[in-house]
C-alpha cells in the first residue's frame, strides 16, 4: 500500500509540473528579460555590439555572455521557485512518508523515554516544552532541502540554455522526424523554419512543427525538474548523516511546537507517550504516522 501510495503521488506531482511548467516557463523569460534590461541600464551591455536576439519584446546584446548566464540562472531559480514547493508539498501529503511526529527543539523522528525526547531530551510534559531551547534557526531542514533543490535546478536550467544545447535539443526533433519521412521545406538546399516550424502542413507535418516549437523549453524544464527531484530524494535519504550539519542545521535548535504527526494535534502538557487526540502511540520506533481516515471503511 505505501509503494502504490508512493507512485501514485509520484504521478501527481509530475502532472502538477506538467501543469505548472508553462506559467513558470514565461515566469523565467521575463525575469531574464529584466536581467538584460538591468545590463543595459547599468552599462555592462556593449551597445554597439552584435544583437544577441529577442526576449519578450526586448532585443538584448549579444556580449557580455556573463549577462546570459546570470539571467538563464536567475530566470530558474524563479520558475522552479514557484514548481517545487508546490509539487514537492503534494507529493509528501499524498504519499504520507513524512508524517512523522518530530521534536519541537532537534526535528528529530520522535521517540519518547520518561516523556523526553531521547536526542536533545526535551520535556514534553511541560506545558511550553517547546520554548526549551536556547538558540533559534530560522529555516528547518525541509526548507533547505527544498531551497538546495531549486538552486540544483536553477544551475542546471542554466546549463541547458548556454551555448547551443537549447538548438542541440531541437535537432533531436528534427533527427528524429526525418528518420519518420517528415517533409521539409526546403531554400538553398537548407530547410527552411517557417512561421510555423521547418515542416510541410501536411500529413504529419502540423505535430512535427508543434513539437519543434516546445522542444527546446521542455527538455529544459524536464532536465532541470529531474535533477532537482533527484537532489532532493538524496537529499531526504542522507538527512540522518546531514542531521548535524551546518548545512542541514544542528539538532539542538528550536523549530517550534511538537505536533502529533498524524493529526497535528500540539502535544504541550502530554502526560503519556500517546497522543491524546487520536492515540499514536510515541513510545514505538520512528515510523510514517497513519491518517485516522485511512482506517475508515469504505
Not at 88 to 117: I, P, V
Not at 137 to 153: E, M, N
Not at 188 to 204: L, M
Request: aromatic share 8%.
Amino acid at each position: 500500500m505505501t509503494v502504490r501510495r508512493t507512485i501514485g503521488a509520484a504521478l501527481l506531482s509530475t502532472l502538477l509540473f506538467a501543469l505548472l511548467a508553462r506559467p513558470a516557463w514565461m515566469l523565467s523569460l521575463l525575469v531574464r528579460r529584466e536581467c538584460f534590461r538591468a545590463a543595459d541600464l547599468a552599462g555592462l551591455s556593449d551597445p554597439g555590439g552584435s544583437l544577441g536576439g529577442q526576449i519578450l519584446g526586448y532585443n538584448f546584446q549579444r556580449e557580455p555572455a556573463w549577462v546570459h548566464d546570470a539571467g538563464a540562472f536567475l530566470g530558474g531559480v524563479a520558475a522552479f521557485a514557484l514548481i517545487v514547493p508546490v509539487c514537492a508539498s503534494l507529493f509528501l501529503r499524498a504519499s504520507g512518508l513524512t508524517r512523522r511526529t518530530r521534536c519541537g527543539a532537534c526535528g528529530a523522528a520522535l521517540t519518547l523515554e520518561n516523556l523526553r525526547c531521547r536526542r536533545c531530551g526535551n520535556d514534553l510534559a511541560s506545558p511550553d516544552h517547546h520554548a526549551t531551547a536556547s538558540r533559534t534557526s530560522r529555516l528547518s531542514p525541509a526548507i533547505r532541502r527544498r531551497i538546495i533543490a531549486i538552486l540544483v535546478a536553477a544551475f542546471v536550467f542554466a546549463w541547458c540554455q548556454h551555448g547551443d544545447r537549447e538548438h542541440s535539443i531541437t535537432q533531436r526533433v528534427v533527427d528524429l522526424a526525418m528518420r519518420n519521412g517528415a517533409v521539409f521545406i526546403f531554400r538553398s538546399a537548407e530547410y527552411f523554419v517557417g512561421p510555423h516550424g521547418p515542416f510541410v502542413e501536411e500529413g504529419s507535418g502540423p505535430y512535427w512543427n508543434f513539437a519543434y516549437r516546445h522542444a527546446a523549453w521542455v527538455g529544459t524544464l524536464a532536465l532541470a525538474g529531474s535533477a532537482s527531484a533527484a537532489a532532493g530524494i538524496a537529499l531526504a535519504l542522507a538527512h540522518p548523516l546531514l542531521g548535524r550539519s551546518r548545512l542541514m542545521g544542528s539538532p539542538g535548535r528550536h523549530r517550534g511546537p511538537t505536533r502529533c504527526g498524524s493529526c497535528r494535534y500540539d502535544l504541550r502538557g502530554l502526560r503519556e507517550p500517546r497522543c491524546p487526540e487520536c492515540g499514536l502511540d510515541l513510545s514505538a520506533a520512528p515510523r510514517p504516522a497513519r491518517n485516522p481516515r485511512d482506517d475508515q471503511a469504505p
